[in-house]
């Protein structure tokens, strides 16, 4: 049997949900320990950018947690920044 990521309605399961949670506080905790955080007058646009990259990877079906985060970064602090250890710390 298939596994259904999306519901009739376009929304995530519960599952994938959680994942994508776990993947937006790990890029912001990423942003945050890595200087490169927005002023605070800019934070919360920056934390929806990071959100609708992780979504819009995870319509597209990925569901590996440390690409989701990677993905969500990339632009913002480039490839050297984004990998390390930090990424695979999955808290639930």
Not at 85 to 90: A, C, E, N, Q
Request: hydrophobic share 40%.
């Amino acid at each position: 049997m298939t596994m259904r990521y999306l519901n009739a309605d376009g929304a995530f399961d519960s599952e994938t949900t959680r994942l994508l949670g776990l993947a937006f506080e790990a890029a912001c905790r990423k942003l945050e320990a890595s200087g490169q955080s927005a002023e605070p007058a800019h934070a919360g646009l920056t934390r929806e950018l990071l959100a609708k990259r992780i979504i819009a990877r995870a319509r597209r079906g990925e569901r590996n947690h440390d690409r989701l985060v990677e993905a969500a970064l990339g632009h913002a602090l480039g490839p050297n920044v984004v990998s390390g250890p930090w990424i695979t710390s999955k808290t639930a």
